[in-house]
T-cell receptor
C-alpha cells in the first residue's frame, strides 16, 4: 500500500535488551515524526526529521533513545537497555513537508512490551 | 507549553444520538486545530481541521469550530452511527510557539450502540 508502514507491529522483549523499530514513510514525504502512546494517553512527540537530519529531538525521554534516517526515507527508532516503562505503542507519521497546518499521516504503530 | 484537554471517556451513545466531544487548548502561538480519529485496528487519521479563528472544519458529518475567545474546538455530529465507534483525539499544531509536530489530548473513546 501507499501508507506509512511500521515494523514490527508487536515486539516483546526483556528488560535490558536492545530494540529497533522501523518506519517506512509515504514516498516523497520529507518530514517524519516519531510519537509514543502509552495506555490511556494521547500520542507524545519524540523526534522530528526533515530529510536526513533530526530537526527536533526534544521529546526523546533520555539518552537510551535514538533515531536515524540516513537516506531521508526509512527511519529507525533505537532503544537501548529497555525498561518496563518503555512499554507503549510507538507511532510514526510523515508529511509532505513541515506543514504549518500539521496534517500528518500515521502508521498503525509498533506495540512494544518490556517484560 | 502547549496543551490540549478533552473530555474523558468512554462516551456511550445510542445510534442517531447527537454527539459533542469537548476540547480546549492552551498555546503559545496561534495554532491550527485538528481532530484525529483512530478506528479499531487502524492508524490515526485526520478527521477535520481548522487553521484560524471562526473557521469550521467538517467531514463525514462531523463539525468543529475554532473558537479563539473560549480556546475551544468541540467536535459535534448530529446523528451518530455504529461505524463512528472509535477513539477521537483533539490536537494542535503551533510552530510559531516553537513546537514541532502535533500536541494531542488524551483521546475520547466513543461507543455507539445499535
Amino acid at each position: 500500500g501507499a501508507g506509512v508502514s511500521q515494523t514490527p507491529s508487536n515486539k516483546v522483549t526483556e528488560k535490558g535488551k536492545y530494540v529497533e523499530l522501523r518506519c517506512d514513510p509515504i514516498s516523497g514525504h520529507t518530514a517524519l515524526y516519531w510519537y509514543r502512546q502509552s495506555l490511556g494517553q494521547g500520542p507524545e512527540f519524540l523526534i522530528y526529521f526533515q530529510g536526513t537530519g533530526a530537526a527536533d529531538d526534544s521529546g526523546l525521554p533520555n539518552d537510551r533513545f535514538f533515531a536515524v534516517r540516513p537516506e531521508g526515507s526509512v527511519s529507525t527508532l533505537k532503544i537501548q537497555r529497555t525498561e518496563r516503562g518503555d512499554s507503549a505503542v510507538y507511532l510514526c507519521a510523515s508529511s509532505l513537508d513541515r506543514e504549518p497546518t500539521g496534517e500528518l499521516f500515521f502508521g498503525e504503530g509498533s506495540r512494544l512490551t518490556v517484560l | 507549553g502547549d496543551s490540549v484537554t478533552q473530555m474523558e471517556g468512554p462516551v456511550t451513545l445510542s445510534e442517531e444520538a447527537f454527539l459533542t466531544i469537548n476540547c480546549t487548548y492552551t498555546a503559545t502561538g496561534y495554532p491550527s486545530l485538528f481532530w484525529y480519529v483512530q478506528y479499531p485496528g487502524e492508524g490515526l487519521q485526520l478527521l477535520l481541521k481548522a487553521t484560524k479563528a471562526d473557521d469550521k472544519g467538517s467531514n463525514k458529518g462531523f463539525e468543529a469550530t475554532y473558537r479563539k475567545e473560549t480556546t475551544s474546538f468541540h467536535l459535534e455530529k448530529g446523528s451518530v452511527q455504529v461505524s463512528d465507534s472509535a477513539v477521537y483525539f483533539c490536537a494542535l499544531s503551533d510552530p510559531g510557539g516553537g513546537a514541532d509536530g502535533l500536541t494531542f489530548g488524551k483521546g475520547t473513546h466513543l461507543i455507539i450502540q445499535p
